[in-house]
C-alpha cells in the first residue's frame, strides 16, 4: 500500500479495495515530480492512477486555481470522468471543484473559468489552445501542477495531437515543473508514445509502466442463418438476428463505423421492436442535450441498447454493459479491442463482444480480427508529426496571447514532438506566412495578420485578429453545417408542401450542407431515428418535417469512416491463401473462396492477383490488393491514366477495401497476350512520380484539401461574429487562393502543407507505395472468358443503382446470385 493520505486510505478501506500494483507505481512516479505513460486493459483503473496523486497532493497542500488538467479526445468522456470523479470526492469529504469545459460548456462559465478555475479541469485540446491564446493565460496557470492525458494514442494519430502537443509545450513554459501523466489502453508502440509524453517536459524523461493480464475478451461472429450478402454496409439480413441477441442480454451497445449506418440500424431495429425495448442512437451530429439524454440513460441502466459510431469508442465508464456488437468490419484489431473494452469495464471478468459481417469479405476480416485479438496484436497509428498549418494556427494563437520573440518560440515549439525537427528556415516562413499570408498575398491588407515591431517582437496587427482568431480555433475540419429544425409544415399532407412554414421549431441537430443542396421540399430521411421530410433551406438553418414514407432516403454522413489497417489486411490475404484453415468460415464463404480456386486463382500472400475479363458490353480488370479504399482509389485513378496512354479506353473503376475494378471497351486480355500491356510496367512504382502530379494538378482534391489547410491556419475563415461563411462561399475563396498561390508561388507553406495532407491522409501514398513494392515481380494474370467469384463483390458495387431503403438491399442481392451463376458457368 502506498503512503497515501488519510482520507484516501480510509477511503480505500472502506469499499474493500486496495490499488492494483500498477496504481501504486504511477503514483510513486508522480508524487516524485516525474512524467509517466501507463499502457493497461480497459478496466484497469487508468483514470484513478492519473489523478490519485492529484488528489493526495490538494489534500496535503491545497490552492485555490487550476491544480490538474485532464484533455482527452472526446467530450462525452470528459463529462463521464467529472461524473465518475465527483463521487470519491464527495465521499472522502474534500472540497475540491471539478468542472469540465468543452465546446458545449455555456460561455458564461467559460467566462467565469478563465477568472475562477476549478482545481481540475476537463477539457479537450481545442480548449487548451483557446484558453493559451488569452493574455491572462500566465496567471490562469500559474498553479498548474499535473497533466493527465487520457486516450492518448487516440489523439496523437491527427492533427489535434499536433495542436495539443504545442499547446502541451506552451503550458510547460508558463508552468515550469509540471508532470504529466498519459494513459493509453490501446499502443502498438510504446516507446515513441513515450518520448511524445516526455518531449515537452526534457530533460526530464518519462516512465514507461505496462500492466499486463486481465481477462482475455470472448469474441464471436454472428451465425447467421441467412445468406451473407455480397457488398453493402448496412448488414440489413442481421437485424432479425441483432434484435433476438439485444433481448437475450441485459444491456448491449452496437458499433457502426459511419453515422448513416447508424440510423439505418437503429430505424432498422425500431421498426422490429415488437417489445418496445428501450433502444437509444448517439453520434456526432445529435444536438448535445440529446446526447447527453443517452449517456444519462446509459449511466443509469435504463436502456437496453444504444446505437453508436466512434463518439462512444473510448473509456466511458458503464460497468453495466454486458455485450459490444460491432455492425460491420472493425477495420483494425486496435480499434475493436478499445470498442470490446465498452463492456462490463471490469479487469477481471472477461468483456464479451459480437462482429457482424455486412459482406462476405467482412467475414474474412472479422476472422483476422478474431485472430489478431487472441494473439493481443495491436495495430494502432503512429503519431503524426509537423503539420505547418497547425503551426501557423498556434503562432497566430501565440501572438494573441503576447508578443513574442521568434528566437523564444522556435525554442519553445522544438519542445512539441511533432516539432521537434523543424528547422529555423521553416518556421520563419511559417511566421512570415501569418504576418502577411506570404509573398503572393503580402499587398492584401485583409492577409495582414502580425507586424514586427521595433524591439524586435512579432504582435497582432490589431485587436480584430485575435478575435477571429478564438472564434475559428481547432483542426477539425468537417463539412460545412447547417441545423435541423423540425416544424410543422403549414398545409402539409405527407411531406408535399403546399403553404409557407415559420420560424423555430425543435432542433434535432446538424447535418452536412452538400447533403440538402441535393434535396427538394417533400424528400424524405432518416435523421435523429426520425423520418422527416425536408421543407426548406434558410441561412444556416434546414427546415423539416415529420413524414411517413415507407422508403426515406438515408443520409450519407461524412464523419466516421476508417481504413483497413495493413495489419488486418495481411492476416485477410494469408487467410486466402491457405485452404487447410478455412475450416472455421461459414459455409457459404467457404465455398465461394473454393469456387474461385477451381475457377480462376487463389494468390499467395505476398501476390496480387489481376482478373481479366468481359462481361456484358465491357472488358474488366480487377485485382485484389487488400489494402484500403483509399490506398484503392488512388491506384484506381493513377492506372486509368496509364490504360488511357495504352488505348485500352478506360471508361471508369469503383474501389473498395478489398480490391479494384476497371472497366473500359479496349480488350485488356488480348492487349497483354500481344503484348501492348505490360501488368509489370501498368503496376511499376514509378506511377507515384510524374503521373501523380499530373493527376494531382488536374483533379478538385488538392482544392479540398487546400481549402482545408487554410482555414486550419486562419487564412480563410469559416465564421465571423454573429454568422458562418456556407460551403460555397469558403470553396470560392479558397479557389481563387489556390491558383494564386500555385500559379505565383507553388512552394507557399500552404500548398507545401496540402501536398503533404493529401500523401499521408486522402490519397495514402505511404500505403501505396509499400504495395505497389511488394506485389513487384509478384503479379499473377488470370484470363477469363467470364467473371471469377472472388470479382462479384465489386462488380455488384459497379451494378449500383440509386435505390433505397430495403429495395436497395434486394436488387444488390438479385444481381450477386446473377453474377455468381454467371461465374458458376450456371
Known amino acids: 500500500m502506498p503512503d497515501l493520505p488519510p ?179 490501446t499502443v502498438a508502440q510504446p516507446e515513441t508514445l513515450r518520448d511524445w509524453v516526455a518531449a515537452p517536459v526534457a530533460p526530464q524523461a518519462a516512465e514507461l509502466v505496462m500492466m499486463k493480464g486481465g481477462a482475455a475478451p470472448e469474441v464471436d461472429i454472428l451465425k447467421s442463418t441467412e445468406r451473407v450478402p455480397w457488398a453493402g454496409h448496412s448488414a440489413t439480413y442481421a437485424f432479425p438476428e441483432l434484435y433476438e441477441t439485444i433481448k437475450q442480454n441485459g444491456t448491449s451497445l452496437l458499433f457502426v463505423n459511419t453515422r448513416s449506418q447508424a440510423e439505418m440500424l437503429f430505424q432498422g431495429l425500431w421498426e422490429i421492436n415488437s417489445d ?163 509573398y503572393a498575398l503580402r499587398a492584401y491588407e485583409r492577409f495582414a495578420r502580425l507586424r514586427l515591431t521595433p524591439d524586435g517582437t512579432w504582435r497582432v496587427a490589431n485587436p480584430r485578429v485575435a478575435q477571429q482568431y478564438r472564434l475559428n480555433i481547432g483542426t477539425i475540419i468537417e463539412e460545412p453545417m447547417v441545423k435541423v429544425r423540425l416544424v410543422r409544415a403549414r398545409g402539409q399532407k405527407q411531406g408535399a408542401t403546399t403553404g409557407p412554414i415559420g420560424r423555430g421549431g425543435r432542433l434535432l441537430g446538424e447535418m452536412e450542407e452538400y447533403f440538402f443542396n441535393q434535396l427538394t421540399p417533400g424528400d424524405t430521411f432518416l435523421f435523429g431515428g426520425e423520418v422527416v421530410a425536408f421543407e426548406m433551406i434558410r441561412e444556416n438553418e434546414a427546415y423539416v418535417s415529420r413524414a411517413f414514407a415507407p422508403n426515406p432516403k438515408i443520409p450519407s454522413f461524412m464523419g466516421g469512416k476508417f481504413p483497413l489497417s495493413t495489419y488486418l489486411a495481411e492476416r485477410v490475404r494469408t487467410m486466402i491463401s491457405s485452404p487447410d484453415n478455412w475450416a472455421h468460415l461459414p459455409d457459404q464463404v467457404r465455398d465461394w473462396l473454393s469456387l474461385q480456386r477451381d475457377v480462376s486463382v487463389l494468390p499467395r500472400r505476398d501476390e496480387l492477383l489481376v482478373e481479366t475479363f468481359p462481361h456484358e458490353a465491357s472488358n474488366f480488370l480487377v485485382c485484389y490488393p487488400f489494402e ?33 475494378a476497371i472497366w473500359g471497351l479496349g480488350d485488356i486480355s488480348a492487349m497483354i497476350r500481344l503484348g501492348r500491356l505490360s501488368l509489370d510496367e501498368l503496376f511499376a512504382p514509378d506511377m507515384l512520380g510524374d503521373d501523380l502530379e499530373e493527376w494531382l494538378n488536374e483533379s478538385s482534391l488538392m482544392r479540398r484539401t487546400f481549402r482545408n489547410c487554410a482555414m486550419i491556419a486562419g487564412l480563410i475563415e469559416r465564421r465571423h461574429p454573429g454568422k458562418e461563411k456556407t460551403g460555397r462561399q469558403l470553396t470560392m475563396s479558397s479557389d481563387l487562393i489556390f491558383d494564386v498561390l500555385n500559379q505565383h508561388e507553388p512552394d507557399h507553406i500552404l500548398i507545401q502543407a496540402t501536398r503533404a495532407d493529401a500523401a499521408r491522409g486522402l490519397l495514402d501514398i505511404r500505403r501505396l507505395s509499400d504495395c505497389l513494392d511488394r506485389i513487384s515481380q509478384h503479379i499473377i494474370h488470370k484470363p477469363l472468358d467470364r467473371i471469377s467469384p472472388l470479382a462479384v463483390p465489386a462488380m455488384v458495387e459497379i451494378g449500383k443503382v440509386q435505390i433505397f431503403g430495403e429495395a436497395r438491399e434486394s436488387a444488390m442481392a438479385e444481381a450477386a446470385e446473377e453474377l455468381m451463376r454467371e461465374a458458376a458457368g450456371a
Not at 27 to 48: D, M, V
Not at 628 to 650: F, N, S, V
Open 276 to 438: 418496445n425495448l428501450p433502444i437509444a442512437l448517439h453520434h456526432g451530429s445529435l444536438d448535445v442535450e440529446q446526447r447527453r439524454k443517452v449517456e444519462s440513460a446509459m449511466a443509469a441502466g435504463k436502456l437496453r441498447a444504444v446505437v453508436c459510431t466512434s463518439t462512444l469508442d473510448l473509456g466511458i465508464d458503464w460497468g453495466d454493459v454486458d455485450l459490444v456488437i460491432q455492425v460491420g468490419a472493425p477495420k483494425g484489431s486496435s480499434r475493436m479491442l478499445q470498442r470490446i473494452g465498452r463492456a462490463n469495464h471490469r479487469l477481471d471478468e472477461p468483456s464479451r463482444a459480437l462482429m457482424v459481417p455486412s459482406n462476405r469479405f467482412e467475414v474474412l476480416e472479422c476472422e483476422a480480427a478474431i485472430e489478431a485479438i487472441a494473439d493481443g496484436a495491436q495495430d494502432s497509428e503512429e503519431p503524426v508529426s509537423g503539420g505547418l498549418d497547425v503551426l501557423a494556427q498556434h503562432v497566430l494563437g501565440m501572438a494573441c496571447s503576447a508578443p513574442f520573440r521568434a528566437d523564444d518560440l522556435y525554442d519553445e515549439i522544438r519542445h512539441a514532438w511533432p516539432y521537434r525537427n523543424l528547422s529555423r528556415d521553416l518556421f520563419d516562413r511559417v511566421v512570415q506566412f501569418v504576418a502577411n499570408g506570404g
Open 628 to 660: 484500403g479504399r483509399l490506398a484503392h482509389q488512388t491506384m484506381g485513378m493513377l492506372l486509368t491514366k496509364r490504360l488511357e496512354r495504352a488505348r485500352a479506353r478506360p471508361v471508369g473503376f469503383v474501389a473498395s477495401e478489398y480490391s479494384l
Open 7 to 185: 482520507q484516501i486510505a480510509e477511503w480505500f478501506d472502506r469499499k474493500g479495495w486496495a490499488p492494483r500494483p500498477h496504481q501504486t507505481e504511477m503514483y510513486g512516479i508522480a508524487r516524485s515530480g516525474k512524467s509517466a505513460l501507463l499502457i493497461a486493459p480497459t478496466g484497469a483503473g487508468k483514470t484513478l492512477a492519473g489523478f490519485l496523486p492529484s488528489l493526495a497532493e490538494m489534500i496535503e497542500a491545497p490552492q485555490p486555481g487550476i491544480h490538474t488538467l485532464y484533455i482527452s479526445p472526446l467530450k462525452a468522456l470528459s463529462v463521464d470522468v467529472a461524473r465518475n470523479l465527483m463521487t470519491p470526492i464527495g465521499e472522502m469529504g474534500l472540497g475540491i471543484r471539478v468542472e469540465t469545459r468543452t465546446g458545449d460548456t455555456p460561455v458564461h462559465k467559460r467566462q467565469r473559468q478563465r477568472y475562477d478555475p476549478p482545481n481540475f479541469l476537463l477539457t479537450t485540446p481545442e480548449q487548451i489552445a483557446l484558453l493559451t491564446s488569452h493574455p491572462d493565460a500566465d496567471r490562469t496557470f500559474s498553479g498548474l501542477r499535473r497533466i493527465v492525458l487520457d486516450e492518448l494514442h487516440a489523439l496523437v494519430t491527427s492533427k489535434r495531437g499536433e495542436l495539443l502537443s504545442l499547446g502541451i509545450a506552451r503550458l510547460a513554459k508558463l508552468s515550469p515543473g509540471i508532470s504529466i501523466t498519459a494513459l493509453s489502453a
